[in-house]
Nanobody, 124 residues
């Protein structure tokens, strides 16, 4: 119903910046919230931040506050993750997700749709 495609990942040195994009297509009209999650090898998928589609409200996990910014372009149906001051511990596969739920936006299980993921590797 909703297709999500991430792009923009790659290899970057610590302290540099990277912008990820998540383009949505299909039936997107009922989406309440878009979020970014990340998953490092051998670890659980963890919440990075979200943005509400209608109002643009954002929320981030503590470890990325002040460094990461989520924005949206309603015309392009695209969500962005601007990552600044990247650290090696930010290395992970980054996924965008979408949910129509009105609560529990920090939990990966709340999201109904996922992109394929894009690898972000931060070298020390």
């Amino acid at each position: 119903q909703v297709q999500l495609v991430e792009s923009g990942g790659g290899l970057v040195q610590a302290g540099c910046s990277l912008i990820l994009s998540c383009a949505a297509s299909g039936r997107t009209c009922s989406t309440y919230t878009m979020a970014w999650f990340r998953q490092a090898p051998g670890k659980e998928r963890e919440f990075v931040g979200y943005i509400t589609w209608s109002g643009g409200s954002t929320y981030y996990r503590d470890s990325v506050k002040g460094r990461f910014t989520i924005s949206r372009d309603t015309t392009k149906n695209t969500v962005y993750l601007q990552m600044n001051s990247l650290k090696p511990e930010d290395t992970a596969v980054y996924y965008c997700g979408a949910t129509t739920r009105s609560s529990r936006w920090l939990a990966s299980s709340s999201y109904d749709y996922w992109g394929q993921g894009t690898q972000v590797t931060v070298s020390s």
